[in-house]
């Protein structure tokens, strides 16, 4: 067998490959956007071809008196911004510190960050009812984003410290020079540089409200304070199977918006991960 | 602030105390600063102590009481809400100490400096001086403080109720709790039902840690392997298509990956497996289940691994591999000796945390099948993790106390994972440019 022949295998089983996971990836997308087009709200009468193909649901999701789905989304929207710039501004705020500074306790901090980062939010899930009941902040908005930005600051600041180490000192010593502040080298050097990593840490942050459900699910109780995530859990978790189309519907207006973000935005997501992770 | 001039300066060398500037501030925070003629600092330092004083000390004491007690009067003391003061209480000391140490020792050091015969700062040294030394804790504060509250303090809380008998019969305010010391860990390798379900669950969590991830990264690795071959045409699209799964939403993927193993009616059993004549029980029998979940995580967590290491391969210098061409080594040596040396390096850290994150991986678990198929004989669900476990203890069958045990025990896994990145970080710089 010669050279090319060989080759040509080789590339053959690499497509047949490629191909088998494409359809692996596609067959449960395709499959959700068949269903959201079947009339009735049965999963079990629906298929993935429907035969006739109707918008009822997502018409349905608009402009029902009884659906919620605009305030969800309302919701998810304003906790997901709010979540996001709180989240830069104070992770960058505590990322400069131990960056650029000698203090006491630097270096255990830092440690503590590592250590706490591993702990999801749900270990203390107990603790955060009861807190945010004492603070009268449960089935509450702004209670979410608390334990929101809260919980991401060890992960965030380790990544966004890892890049500001990167971003050279003679910089910021030059400014100092000059005569500007610690304020001034904050904002006039050391934010403008470190763009790449904010724009990440503030994608993250705002992403996590459309995705998580277990949070709002501790935190919120009445459907007019749902975020999207919760809200389409309902759909299909108060009567399984009765509402599957409309939360095929729903999760599909979210998940197209959101995965278009990530495609544009994922190679900056990996090139701060690594920086982050690495140089940390 | 009186100016020092070289005359007296002499003469406070010999009568400026360090150990009197010392005591004084350990007196009183302050009060040795005062003494180094640091009037403004030892203001300060006098206002914050006297108003921590005022202000707290009574709710010290109480959260200290409640802390220790739990309470003392049945129906009247809430035992949960005293413990949480007790521990922002121990938490509040801990910042009080601190400040306090550091008063000690800045007085120390400025006595020290002053009987040295240095002359005491103008007040606008001192406050420059001040604000430079105090901008990192400025900086740090407001998260410090959210940290603290929303982090640590839950943890400690969990940690806290571990060592007490918290459940469903004994739950204030009707009842009062008490601390009742390791029995809780005790009960849960000594009575039976605890026994097994605890073991059951924690070698599922285990495999289903191990297993889930490694299968992910292999794939992970395998494809972006595949897709970097330089023979590979369209490679932008096909890098977008196996994004996929990554950008999607995994809440809703899971929901559907629920749906589609669904036994009778999924599409899985309905439109695939029926027509080679099978029907797998996949929710309801565990093995199935454990088969479908580990499958569906590696389907959500390739992506990542895949991008991480795309990006990674991208950067590996191409002249190391011309210069094993020559030497001749064959594609097996190049990976084992280049390829994988280099990913290894650059992502070690990562990966670890894909392990840590699929240990606590709560939201498959819960939203594929909610831990079931019920199990005879334990009280945990059939592919129930041990985070999804403590979620049901805490809010279905409210046994509090053995779901903070087995939060802790958790707690002791994840800290191995901490620790190999520890090792890890410490690896990459020298202690103190970290």
């Known amino acids: 067998m010669n050279k090319k022949t060989k080759s040509r295998i080789e590339m053959g089983f690499i497509y047949a490959f490629i191909l088998f996971m494409f359809i692996i990836i596609a067959y449960p997308l395709l499959w959700t956007i068949g269903i959201s087009l079947n009339p009735g709200t049965n999963m079990f009468s629906s298929s993935m071809i429907p035969e006739n193909i109707t918008f009822e649901h997502y018409k349905w999701l608009f402009t029902d008196p009884s659906s919620d789905y605009l305030i969800w989304y309302k919701n998810s929207v304003f906790v997901a911004v709010v979540n996001s710039v709180a989240s830069v501004i104070i992770t960058s705020f505590v990322a400069y510190a131990f960056s650029r500074y000698k203090f006491v306790g630097r270096k255990n901090g830092l ?3 590592l250590l706490l980062q591993m702990f999801p939010a749900l270990m203390g899930m107990v603790a955060l009812y009861i807190l945010l009941n004492l603070i009268g902040l449960l089935d509450n908005l702004w209670g979410l984003i608390l334990i929101y930005v809260g919980g991401q600051i060890p992960f965030n600041a380790w990544l966004v410290k890892g890049y500001f180490d990167t971003i050279p000192r003679e910089l910021d010593e030059a400014a100092r020079m000059d005569g500007a502040g610690h304020f001034q080298v904050f904002f006039k050097i ?10 990440v840490v503030a994608l993250f942050n705002f992403m996590a409200p459309f995705t998580d459900f277990l949070l709002p699910r501790i935190v919120l109780s009445s459907p007019e304070n749902f975020t999207l995530a919760l809200g389409l859990f309902n759909f299909i978790n108060n009567q399984f199977a009765n509402n599957f189309t409309r939360f095929a519907a729903g999760s599909i207006l979210i998940a197209i918006p959101i995965a278009l973000v990530f495609l544009f935005l994922q190679r900056y997501l990996i090139s701060g991960l690594t920086s982050g992770a690495t140089k940390g | 602030m009186p100016q020092t001039s070289p005359a007296t300066k ?13 005591i004084l501030s350990l007196v009183f925070a302050g009060l040795g600063q005062i003494y180094n003629k640091r009037l403004l600092k030892g203001i300060i330092f006098l206002i914050i102590e006297s108003a921590f004083l005022i202000t707290m000390l009574n709710f010290i004491i109480h959260g200290v009481w409640g802390f220790i007690t739990l309470g003392e009067v049945k129906g009247e003391d809430h035992s949960i809400i005293l413990l949480i003061e007790g521990l922002v209480s121990l938490i509040v000391i801990a910042f009080a ?9 800045d007085a120390k050091r400025d006595a020290r400096l002053l009987a040295q015969g240095e002359s005491v700062p103008s007040v606008r040294k001192q406050v420059k001086d001040a604000y430079d030394a105090g901008f990192p804790y400025m900086m740090v504060g407001p998260g410090l403080v959210m940290l603290v509250f929303i982090v640590v303090l839950p943890l400690a809380f969990m940690i806290s109720l571990a060592f007490t ?36 669950v924690l070698s599922w969590t285990l495999v289903w840690t191990v297993v889930a991830t490694t299968l992910q990264i292999a794939l992970g690795l395998f494809l972006a392997l595949l897709v970097n071959d330089e023979r590979v045409k369209f490679k932008r699209t096909i890098r977008t298509v196996l994004i996929l799964p990554w950008a999607v939403p995994a809440f809703v993927t899971i929901l559907i990956f629920s749906a589609m193993f ?22 309801t029998d565990p093995t199935w289940t454990k088969v479908a979940l580990i499958m569906i995580q590696t389907w959500l967590g390739f992506p990542f691994v895949f991008a991480l290491f795309t990006g990674v391969l991208q950067s590996i210098p191409r002249d190391m ?7 001749g080594g064959t594609r097996l040596q190049k990976f084992r000796f280049i390829t994988f040396p280099h990913i290894m390096f650059a992502t070690a850290p990562l990966l670890i945390m894909q392990y840590a994150q699929n240990f606590n991986n709560f939201n498959i678990i819960y939203l594929f099948n909610e831990g079931g198929p019920a199990v005879r004989g334990q009280n945990a669900g059939g592919t129930d993790i041990l985070i999804s476990w403590v979620y049901k203890l ?24 901490a620790f190999y990145q520890f090792r890890k970080t410490a690896a990459y710089k020298e202690e103190g440019e970290m």
């Open chain 1, 111 to 113: 440690y503590a960050f």
């Open chain 2, 10 to 22: 002499d003469v406070k060398q010999k009568y400026h105390n360090v150990k009197l500037a010392t």
């Open chain 2, 262 to 283: 669904n036994d009778t009616f999924g599409a899985i059993n309905k439109d695939i497996l029926s027509q080679f004549g099978m029907m797998i029980p996949w929710l």
């Open chain 2, 165 to 200: 008998d918290y459940n469903l019969y004994n739950s204030p305010p009707r009842n009062l709790l008490s601390w009742v010391g390791f029995q809780n860990f005790v009960d849960l390798v000594t009575l039976s039902i605890w026994k097994k379900s605890f073991l059951n």
């Open chain 2, 97 to 105: 100490a601190t400040l306090y140490v550091y008063n000690v020792i």
């Open chain 1, 190 to 199: 050391m934010l403008p540089l470190a763009k790449p990593i904010l724009a």
């Open chain 2, 394 to 417: 805490t809010f279905d069958t409210n046994n509090y106390n053995m779901a903070a045990a087995i939060t802790i025990i958790m707690g002791l896994v994840v800290s191995i994972f």
């Open chain 2, 321 to 327: 591999y011309e210069a094993a061409d020559v030497d």
